[in-house]
């Protein structure tokens, strides 16, 4: 429903080159100024700029954003649907998690990256040795399918909430140090560092957005249809031979993929 | 409905520590196996394992996958889901769209990522001086709410479908040039050096998943509530001044985003 307010500014559309009024008090539709006050609200409420995680009311934020409080409802809303905040009558609205950066810069594990916000635990769902390795991982790991090799699956908690579910084919030599390792409380790279003796060099990463199937969605304790990040990642010692084929479903909700890219020539690749 | 292959051999949970058959036809659920096989042949579709677009049929990929035909048949449905695939009596499994990887390794404008792949156009959907800046724009470009900047709008499209919506505010003095360039044809990376005689230097991104709302998934021409990635990136000068910072949507069926990254320290930042 549009406010009378907003209707009396609607109808126009911006055109190019045409010199326009601030920011979202404007003449553009109102889902348009809804999205980008949204936009400036996740960026504002991730990068921790309410740290008691009240968000101010309507009006305020209204003021503050130069938008009218139709608009910010709508973002708010929009906000609500991705599960980074919850509106109620009285309390007003506040941000449901803290949501962490995990580095796209270097290589670094989940407890690694998130050092100082809280401990990692993970849940081990599997962790065993397999005497044969899907032919599809035997490729990407580079060795034939019959050397067999390890598979771990975790879930990974942090601040008593599922945080990422992580499924892994190692190579059997990596993989069955691994395995002995403190599963429930290290990083894999970590562990596959200090038990292989061989430092970790470069990781191909690609990172997809899915929505979360019911199966993810109930191991991960959000809703079905909820964004999830889906990442591949391979793994390789600083040798360059790959050890570690990962698939990992991370709630979007809870964190922000975050990387300072630079202009000019990609660093040389190991 | 289970198969009565897969339910004879149901019931039994990997237990840590113990070894186990291999691959994808195993004692594991259903769900969980056909999110394993769903994300090797995300990863094969992404990477152009099936140049003609065409995927085997369930057989032949349970055979390859070492999977039950109702575990790839299940994954064959999330990947409909996620619009990556369509499905059809007669016809078999088809690709719908290349998923295009777009790199997170340097500072690269859609086309110049894109080049090889296909022209990328431009929609214009604002492009306009603004008087006032929203403060909290004003704050992430560093310059007062009334130095005012330009703000641009584009739909970017690539094979005749919409790839990406980018939304941005530069800063007035390189804005102002960039109104003169070419902007259904060009980035605004590359126009932006041109124009203002600098080169880029650093930007930092930080990259949400989220679910399109009605607005976004019509001119992205997808459904309302598929994932997408909504990205922030704040990009600098050489000299280390931020002149453009912008709210970009991209549609995750269409593109997967790639990186290298490396064990040890961080390249230094700009």
Do not use: C
């Amino acid at each position: 429903m549009d406010h009378p307010r907003d209707a009396a500014r609607g109808g126009q559309r911006a055109r190019p080159g045409r010199s326009a009024a601030a920011g979202w008090v404007s003449s553009r539709p109102r889902a348009e100024r809804a999205r980008e006050v949204a936009d400036v609200l996740r960026q504002q409420i991730t990068s921790g700029r309410f740290p008691d995680g009240v968000l101010p009311d309507e009006y305020s934020l209204g003021q503050r954003l130069h938008a009218s409080r139709n608009a910010v409802r709508e973002a708010l809303g929009l906000l609500r649907n991705e599960g980074l905040i919850t509106r109620r009558r009285g309390v007003g609205t506040t941000v449901v998690l803290p949501k962490y950066g995990h580095g796209l810069d270097r290589l670094a594990g989940l407890a690694e990256a998130l050092s100082g916000h809280g401990a990692v635990t993970n849940e081990i769902r599997a962790a065993e040795a397999v005497t044969e390795l899907p032919a599809v991982i035997a490729e990407r790991l580079g060795v034939p399918a019959a050397a067999g090799g390890v598979r771990l699956e975790r879930l990974r908690w942090l601040d008593g909430l599922p945080l990422s579910l992580d499924s892994s084919y190692l190579t059997t030599d990596v993989g069955t140090r691994v395995l002995a390792g403190d599963l429930v409380g290290r990083d894999v790279f970590s562990l596959i560092e200090e038990t292989s003796g061989h430092r970790l060099g470069r990781a191909d990463v690609a990172v997809h957005a899915v929505t979360a199937d019911p199966d993810t969605a109930a191991l991960l304790r959000i809703e079905a249809g909820a964004a999830v990040f889906a990442l591949e990642r391979l793994t390789h010692l600083a040798d360059g031979r790959p050890v570690d084929a990962e698939s990992i479903r991370i709630r979007a909700d809870r964190m922000a993929l975050r990387t300072t890219l630079h202009r000019g020539v990609p660093p040389a690749s190991g």
